[in-house]
């Protein structure tokens, strides 16, 4: 018979959920214990129908059936604990709460079954000791698609996104520093004159999370560069970040599709053609579809960059979203799928390490879609990796930059939680011989 011998009976401030300890970290040394994330895309910032002029309209038409929209999988705990034993340190859940689940369209009441069932995936994720990013996404783009307007316009956009932070902030005000608050998702601005107004909606995000009380008084928050575009962020708002009346607690975030030819581009144009091939090392002779720009060096360049402008200051930068669509049907003179799949593991590989070295938080973009031409990871319908470049390029750069999978595993003060992890933060059914984890306590099975 197996005998368990408990040998941490006290649980310190790094096992307990709502530790204060863990509210005092800056915000680099909370981005570092997130590093690497992956999205839930293609989940809950879906929508049934986004009508003729999404801008325009607040209703509560979205329901939850708008979760299996895009994707036909519902999220569920076993989901995500397959996401966590891959080796992912934080979930990313891209969110609608304007378009679809607006209750009251008088005083922009966010939907009580749509919030409980967002609050619902938090808690999978915190489960499994997980950082998680939760952020008003694009939302039909009442916001986003209209950061330059100014007069009525502006104070109303002003009102609403005061009045669904406060909200949020609220509902959630008791997590300690493993839920991050993200503000908006790509802010579409792509002159510099239109940088004021971005700040300040993110002012208006920040003062209405800090004013609910709580953990949000200390709570790690995240705004986006302008485009969410890394240049223009470094150009534009590295002497322009809002203001914060906690230091230390602020990340900014970029999104990382780079180049355009390799990650999205589906059909050759007269102005150039699909790259398939990307990486040194992974160029076939004779094809017409080999990188020949935003390689590895041009790659590096930016992460440098983003770490001069913000991390070497103490803002860490979010790479909110990162990928490349998989080919799976190259063929022909001069073509090489096998060596597309190496370049879809170089990509992979390289990002997360210039990322992870660099202070950066990489969340892979996953759409839980197969087929051609898929930027997806994970087949969440049979948890099973779809992928395997991509995940294999994530796992490299994370062994080669010694990053484990356990990420403090917690214990959810809301429930209790029987679920068993081994050191490496993978879930077992059974244990056999050696330590493991359980409701924040390691014990030994002999």
Known sequence: MKRLLTICILITSA??????????????????????????GNTMEAAINWGSNPAAVF?????LASETAWQGTKTTQQIIDFVKAQGFRSVRIPCAWVYGHISNATNYTIDATWMARVKQIVDYCINDGLYVILNDHWDGGWL????????????????????IWTQIATEFKDYDEHLVFAGLNEPNVEQQS???????YEQVFIDAVRATGGNNAKRLLVVQGPSTDTEKTCNWMTNKMPNDPIGNKLAIEIHFYYPWNFWGMTKDESWGNMFYYWGSGNH???????????E???????????????????????????????????????????KHNASIKAYYKTMNKLCMERGIVPLAWDTNSTGNNQMTIINRSNLAIYNP????????AMEELGITAIAKIKANPYQNNPRIYNLHGQQVQKPQHGIFIQNGKKYVVR
């Open 284 to 294: 076939v002779s004779g094809s017409t579809h080999n990188a020949t720009y935003g």
């Open 389 to 396: 470049y991509m995940m294999e390029g994530i796992k490299e």
């Open 144 to 163: 986003e698609e209209h950061i330059n307007a100014t007069g009525t316009t502006k104070t109303k956009n002003k009102e609403v996104l005061k009045s």
């Open 59 to 63: 209703n509560n038409n979205g329901g």
């Open 296 to 338: 590895e060096s041009d790659m590096k360049a930016l992460a440098d960059r983003l770490k001069t402008c913000f991390v070497d200051k103490g803002i860490p930068v979010i790479n909110g979203e990162y990928g490349v669509i998989w080919r799976t049907n190259i063929s022909g003179v001069n073509e090489s799928q096998e």
């Open 194 to 200: 239109v940088v004021t107004s971005l700040v300040e």
């Open 15 to 40: 096992c307990i959920l709502h530790a204060q300890s863990g509210l005092d970290k800056s915000a680099t040394e909370i981005a570092k214990e997130m590093m690497p994330g992956w999205n839930l």
